[in-house]
């Protein structure tokens, strides 16, 4: 049986942890940010953990993960 192909977008946009959660940077901040406030511009720098859903979406995107 052959290797299954890992799928590079996905790869890029998800990290896994130590312990097998996938982790995701935060949306809505590559453009119209003038209108954004500092606050809620620094909040959205850094990453969270992904809910459920795409928890599971990642296995099937990222299978040697």
Known sequence: MPKMKTKKAAAKRYKVTGTGKI????GNKR???SSKNKKRKRHLRG???????????????????
């Open 23 to 26: 982790v995701v940077a935060f």
């Open 31 to 33: 453009h119209l940010n």
């Open 47 to 65: 990453t969270k953990v992904a809910d459920v859903t795409k928890q599971k979406m990642s296995k099937v995107l990222l299978p040697y993960q």
